[in-house]
């Protein structure tokens, strides 16, 4: 996909367990809990063309998805180039838009109720970053919008991922629970591969392993 996705929108979701959460977790940590299902979030990257994952991140069910930002754009950079960024308010602050502009990317992310141009984060930001976007995000907010709502692929990706493999997870482990996320990603991965092959005309190349253990691309290398 490395050369067909330049577009990538991120948001999480949660993955409901069959266990339920502790009174004294819930009595003293977050009121209203008591009783209640738990849950992984699972925070994901994910090319708009195609609705591959390009990198994923798995959190306990009230970590903020402001910290998972920066972890997904960096990975995703590694294997493809970036053109847009989009995500929800969730994500908005300067150190997210600077790490996409960095990377050559142009942030969609909208800007919270009461942000102005003249934001506390601003002064740290020499380069004008932040009241350029604001000015762009409030002056041309058609256009803004237009590029923002790429970010709905997102909800497209839970969509295909929960109603093909499920949104519970059966393990009872943590570590097994975050394995099982995992795979679901994985899953879905392979049936976007196999679609894009046949709508996009692809000829893959899939990378095996000889027997001295070297990569190679030859299709008749065995392991």
Not at 26 to 51: E, F, N, Q, R, S
Not at 182 to 211: A, R, T, Y
Request: neutral net charge; contains cysteine.
């Amino acid at each position: 996909m490395k050369g067909i996705e330049e577009d990538f929108a991120v948001d999480s979701s949660g993955f409901g367990t069959g266990q339920f959460t502790r009174w004294f977790n819930a009595k003293y940590t977050k009121a209203g809990d008591a009783d209640m299902h738990d849950w992984l979030k699972a925070h994901i990257m994910v090319g708009v063309k195609t609705h591959i994952i390009t990198s994923v991140e798995v959190s306990d069910r009230h970590d903020h998805d402001y910290g998972f930002f920066e972890p997904l754009v960096k990975s995703t950079a590694e294997n493809f180039k970036l053109r847009e960024v989009s995500a929800d308010k969730a994500y908005s602050g300067l150190s997210n838009l600077r790490l996409v502009v960095d990377n050559g990317a142009q942030p969609f992310i909208p800007f919270k109720k009461h942000a102005t141009d003249k934001h506390w984060r601003s002064y740290k930001d020499k380069s004008g970053l932040w009241g350029r976007m604001f000015h762009f995000f409030k002056y041309h907010e058609e256009e803004f919008y237009e590029h923002y709502h790429k970010r709905s692929n997102n909800e497209t990706v839970f969509s295909m991922i929960k109603s093909k493999f499920g949104e519970r997870l059966r393990s009872k482990t943590r570590p097994a629970q975050i394995n099982e996320v995992l795979l679901k990603m994985l899953c879905h991965n392979l049936c976007v591969i196999i679609q894009s092959i046949f709508e996009l005309g692809i000829d893959p190349v899939f990378w095996q392993e000889d027997f001295s253990g070297e990569v190679t691309n030859d299709p008749k290398s065995t392991r």
